[in-house]
C-alpha cells in the first residue's frame, strides 16, 4: 500500500465535528494540549502543506519600511518625509513599523506580561471566561472561527472593547485589568497619530479619518502560541488581512509574523520598541484600493509561548447607522467606486461567518 501522508492519514477516520466539539468543551485551549504533554498535535489542527510552507531564504532583501515618527509634530520636513514614507509603504506594502511612537516601553512590556499572567494562570479562574458569546465584555477562547474556518490555528486568544464604551473594570481579569484600561489610552492615542498621518498620505486634510471616525472603535487581542511539537503540520495564524481600518500590533521577541509579498512570505521581523502597523480591509474599501490590506499569517514554532497583543481599530459588531464607502475625495471618472456603502457590522458579521479560510471578505462588497 502506498505511503500515506499524515492529512490522507487523517481523512481515513476522522470526524471533525466531534473532535472540535470534544476539543472546544475542555475550555482548556492550546495550552491545555501542551501542559498535557501531547507529543502529536491532535488532527483537528492539521493544515495543507502549502500553509505553512516557510518564506523563502532569497527574498532576505525584502524589508518591512521602519518609520521614525520622532519630532514629527516640531519638523515639518520630517513630517512631510514621514508620510511619504507611509503612502508608500500603504500603498505597497500594507504594512509598516514604527519607533517614537510615545507608548512608554515599561507599558509595552506590562502588556505582555499581562497577557502571560492571563494565559499562564490556573485553568479553572481563566475557564470562567471561556465562551463563544461575542457580546460578552471579555472574551477568551481558541480560535473564534473553530467550528467555520477550514483549518484550527495553533493559538488560544482573548479579546475585549475597549472603545468606544469601556468594559466595567469588575468584568475584566484581575490579573491583566489595570494594564487593558492604560494599554487602551495609549493605544488610541497612538492610533490618533496613525490615521492623521495616513489622513495626510491620501492627500487630504489630516483629520479626515478621524473625522469619519475611523478611530472610533477599538479592540484589544491578546494572542498565546504555545510551542508546537510538531509546526511543519500545523499554523499559528491561517492566512487572511484584518477586519478593521488598522491594527496596531506589538510583538514579543519571537518572530513568526509573515507578510505575503510579491507572491512569497517575508517575515516582519521584531524590532525593540516597535509597533507593527498594518491597513485593515475598512480602510482598503475606503481608500478604493489605494491602500493595500495585505494578507499575513503566523508559523507555527517549537519554541514558545510566543505573545501579540494586537489593538483592532473597529466597532467590530456594535450596531450603527453609519455607512463607508470610498471617499468621496478621492474619486473621479478615472476613479469610480469599487465598492458599495456597507456598515461596519455588515463586513464583520460576513467576515465572521467566513472565518480565516486564506480569502478575502472585500471581493464580497465590490460593485
Known sequence: ???????????????????????????????????????????????????????VP???????????????????????????????????????????????????????????????QDIEVKKQYYTRDNTKPFVHNCNFDLFSAPVANWRDTFFTLMAPNSPSPQDLPQV???????????IMKL??????????ALGLKSTHLVDLDCNEGLS????????CPQPELSIGTTEHSDNT???????????????????????????????????????????????VSSEHRVVANRKGPRVSVAGFFSTGFLPTSKLYGPIKELLSEQNPPRYKEISVKEYNLYFAEKGLDGTSALPHFKL
Open 220 to 227: 484589544i487581542l491578546g494572542h498565546y502560541y504555545p510551542p
Open 1 to 55: 500500500m502506498a505511503n500515506l501522508t499524515p492529512f490522507s492519514k487523517l481523512h481515513q477516520t476522522f470526524d471533525r465535528a466531534s473532535e472540535l466539539k470534544a476539543f472546544d468543551q475542555t475550555k482548556a485551549g492550546v495550552k491545555g494540549l501542551v501542559d498535557s504533554g501531547v507529543a502529536e498535535i491532535p488532527g483537528i489542527f492539521y493544515c495543507p502543506p502549502k500553509e505553512h510552507s516557510n518564506s
Open 58 to 120: 532569497e527574498e532576505t532583501h525584502l524589508g518591512i519600511p521602519v518609520v521614525d515618527l520622532e519630532d514629527i509634530d516640531k519638523d515639518p520636513f520630517k513630517r512631510r518625509e514621514v508620510v511619504g514614507k507611509i503612502r508608500e509603504a500603504s500603498e505597497t506594502w500594507g504594512f509598516f513599523q514604527v519607533l517614537n511612537h510615545g507608548v512608554p516601553v515599561s507599558v509595552q512590556e506590562e502588556i505582555i506580561n499581562g497577557v502571560h499572567r492571563f494565559f499562564e
Open 191 to 200: 492610533g490618533k497619530l496613525i490615521f492623521g498621518l495616513l489622513s495626510e
Open 245 to 291: 481600518f488598522i491594527t496596531v500590533l506589538l510583538q514579543d521577541d519571537m518572530g513568526g509574523l509573515q507578510v505575503r509579498q510579491h507572491n512569497k512570505w517575508v517575515d516582519v521581523p521584531p524590532v525593540p520598541g516597535a509597533f507593527v502597523i498594518n491597513v485593515g480591509s475598512l480602510l482598503q474599501l475606503i481608500t478604493n484600493d489605494r491602500f
Open 176 to 186: 491583566c485589568r489595570d494594564i487593558l484600561v492604560e494599554y487602551s489610552k495609549q
